[in-house]
């Protein structure tokens, strides 16, 4: 394929960038028109690409842009999953470039979407076209794109539903996730499950005068903070009664398999510009964020946060709480422990509420499957090196209920790198990835 690529690269940007123009930004409203431009602007890339048929087709949130080619009806069925929303861009003042006016500079695309999601989705596309125009595709192929991922896909379950006929397929293939390096390629055969919540901490009925009532009546700011600071305990374990409970420990033998990855202590701390790692005691890094559960505060505040002095007790406290699950852990069993737990140990002086905002399943899949081993073989022969197995820390969390309802795996054939900041400013995608995921997407279908 490299020919290929060489002969249409420009081309290739071009139909790109007019993806990343769009700010198909689901989380804000504001921008649902775009959402459908975006969704419209897919559909011709497919049909221009060699798909049979292309649709935008309406669910109860976003649009999902539905596409497919039959060749034979005896041959395999590849579904590709993507999708075309896009994170937020701000803070703006931290970009060096329109989040919006993609450039390419320093061997990368930079520009929001870049690499997470339509950067890597539209590496399928390409691979498909370069199959379908040279006479070599040899399996039946559906896409997938949603429009609300970065929102904890709500509405794309019901959708699969109502449409798991027409999905129905051998493996679901997915670009969405990172490797390990650019020349230690990885393949994930799990993903974390996700619980997101929000917390409010309520104590007098409105703002005080923090002269006339600090120190005789109590601050949901501060009480908020001693609460969270016990939901961990010195061993850096999540302090939730039952949070471990269905949490499955690794054997040696596969801890040793996943300990294949390289990693560098030094590098990576200087990466991130620390000076020292921290999280649950007995596991390495990759470990701690591969295959153990973890909690974190997302987000936090209350009270007079503008320019200046306001001298205020709060009436109110506010936090938003992520929880990472590992399989077997069910998002919405975690949820209601959590809730349980955090109503439980709130004093009496304040009330607390707990409101779920989204959440899904973590999943896993067997490295021995034809799948697995075909995707090792294409991207073993790109990079000449076998990819190794690992895990994911971040979520998709549809993926599950792909799993659930289609009865079909996912394949998680990522080309991102730690490198590429995704949801933070100054996103980008090596230009040596994006072209590697191509050639590696065409291979997988020769093997597979």
């Not at 129905?168 to 293939?173: G, R, T």
């Not at 650019?182 to 799990?190: D, L, R, Y």
């Not at 809730?339 to 009330?351: D, G, L, M, R, T």
């Not at 973590?362 to 081993?373: C, D, M, N, R, V």
Request: aromatic fraction near 10%; proline fraction near 6%.
């Amino acid at each position: 394929m490299k020919e290929y690529i060489e002969q249409n690269k420009e081309r290739f940007y071009d139909e790109l960038f007019s993806l990343l123009r769009i700010p198909s930004i689901s989380a804000k409203a504001e921008h649902k028109e775009d959402m459908r431009r975006c969704a419209e602007r897919l559909a011709v890339l497919l049909m221009e690409a060699g798909a049979d048929f292309a649709e935008v087709s309406p669910s109860d949130g976003n649009p999902v842009v539905y596409g497919e080619k039959f060749v034979d009806p005896a041959l395999k069925t590849v579904l590709v999953y993507g999708h075309y929303d896009v994170q937020p861009p701000e803070p703006l003042e931290k970009w060096h470039t329109d989040p919006f006016e993609p450039v390419i500079h320093d061997g990368a695309i930079w520009g929001r979407g870049a690499n997470d999601d339509k950067g890597q989705l539209f590496m399928h596309i390409k691979a498909f076209e370069y199959l379908v125009r040279t006479g070599k595709l040899r399996h039946n192929v559906k896409f997938m794109f949603e429009g609300e991922e970065e929102i904890g896909s709500p509405n794309l379950p019901a959708w699969i539903r109502a449409n798991k006929k027409r999905l129905a397929a051998d493996v679901c293939l997915v670009s969405d996730t990172t490797m390990i390096s650019e020349k230690v390629p990885s393949i994930n055969c799990g993903m974390r499950g996700l619980s997101y919540l929000e917390v409010k901490v309520v104590g007098p009925n409105k703002d005080l005068h923090s002269g006339h009532y600090g120190g005789a009546v109590a601050n949901p700011i501060t009480v908020l903070c001693e609460m969270i600071a016990t939901l961990h305990d010195e061993d850096g374990r999540v302090n939730v009664p039952g949070f471990y409970d269905k949490v499955v420990e690794l054997s040696r033998a596969d801890r040793k398999m996943l300990a294949r990855a390289p990693f560098d202590l030094k590098e990576y701390k200087e990466f991130l510009d620390i000076k020292d790692i921290r999280g649950e005691k007995g596991y390495t890094t990759l470990e701690r964020t591969g295959i153990r559960p973890c909690l974190d505060v997302c987000g936090i505040w209350g009270g007079y946060t503008g320019e200046g002095a306001k001298t205020v007790l709060p009436s109110e406290a506010h936090a938003k709480i992520s929880m990472r699950l590992v399989p077997d852990q069910k998002s919405g069993e975690i949820t209601k422990l959590f809730a349980k737990h955090f109503k439980s140990i709130a004093p009496k002086y304040v009330k607390v509420e707990v409101k779920e905002c989204e959440g899904g399943d973590g999943f896993l899949i067997p490295i021995s499957s034809e799948a697995y081993k075909a995707a090792a073989r294409a991207m073993g022969e790109v990079y000449g090196i076998e990819p190794v197995p690992s895990r994911g820390g971040g979520s998709i969390a549809v993926l599950a209920e792909v799993q659930k309802i289609l009865g079909i795996d996912p394949l998680l054939m990522g080309f991102g790198l730690e490198r590429d900041t995704i949801h933070s400013p100054n996103e980008s995608y090596l230009l040596k990835q994006f072209f590697a995921g191509m050639e590696s997407i065409a291979l997988f279908y020769k093997y597979y």
